[in-house]
């Protein structure tokens, strides 16, 4: 019912300059070449590994130094951006086997060559970074895989087509396990992503404690916002 998702290709970059220098903003861009995702998709995943580099369908921008209030003053005069698109694990595959950082020249040249064309794409949108790089990192699924733990680079879990969230599956693919005291968390029994992991986790707890955490945080959300309004009266009282 469930199958692995996609590997993960993502561009971490350094720049000498403000947003305001660069024209750098908060907001995140997915970026696509064509208006029919499945089908763009579809093919990119057919190439071959030789043909995948030059022919990249989409990539998810953001800025992180844009969005941290306190970057200005951890690092003034510095930006930084994160590039991502998606990957097959089989491009990558025969270098599984060797170690991180030390995989060869082959290797390298054959990331680069997707981290330069994603970066002058990302460029098109920001043209004031290409002149302002001083730093680049290239992560591919084996990167994820070692540093995450992420089976076949897929750091967004389960992949997420329309059977994973049939209600079979979903049903069948719950937190608790036939094996005494092993349950499962995370992305895999929700959905992908940070939101994902983290309600993933609050079913896992739900599970072990045989009760309902989300009720729980409810009455505590019910009784901050209780809490604030009081604060924010007495205030109000002594600003009178």
């Given amino acids: 019912m469930m199958k692995h998702a996609r590997g993960s290709f993502l561009i971490f970059s350094g720049f000498d300059g403000t947003e305001e220098e660069l024209g750098l903003t908060s907001t995140n861009f997915w970026m696509f070449k064509n208006n029919d995702m499945d089908k763009s998709m579809e093919h990119f995943f057919s190439l071959s590994k030789e043909e995948a580099p030059d022919n990249i369908p989409m990539m998810f921008i953001t800025i992180p130094s844009s969005k941290d209030p306190e970057a200005k003053i951890r690092h003034p005069g510095k930006s930084c951006m994160t590039i991502l698109t998606m990957v097959k694990y089989e491009w990558f595959e025969e270098w599984k086997d060797t170690t991180v950082r030390k995989r060869g020249d082959e290797y390298y040249s054959y990331k680069m060559r997707f ?23 290239v992560a591919t699924p084996l990167s994820n895989a070692h540093y995450l733990g992420a ?68 009455f505590l959300k019910k009784k901050l916002k209780r809490r604030k309004a009081r604060e924010m009266a007495q205030l109000a009282k002594k600003l009178e």
């Fill in 151 to 218: 089976q076949r680079g897929a750091m967004y879990s389960a992949e997420h087509n329309l059977d994973r969230f049939h209600a079979e599956a979903v049903a069948r693919n719950r937190c608790n396990t036939p094996i005494k005291n092993l349950y499962m968390s995370g992305q895999d029994v929700f959905s992908c992503g940070i939101a994902g992991a983290l309600h993933g986790g609050l079913l896992c707890a739900s599970a072990v404690l045989d009760h309902i955490v989300y009720i729980d945080l409810l």
């Fill in 115 to 137: 981290a330069k064309n994603l970066f002058d794409w990302a460029c098109t949108v920001f043209p004031k970074i290409k002149d302002k790089l001083v730093f680049q990192e």
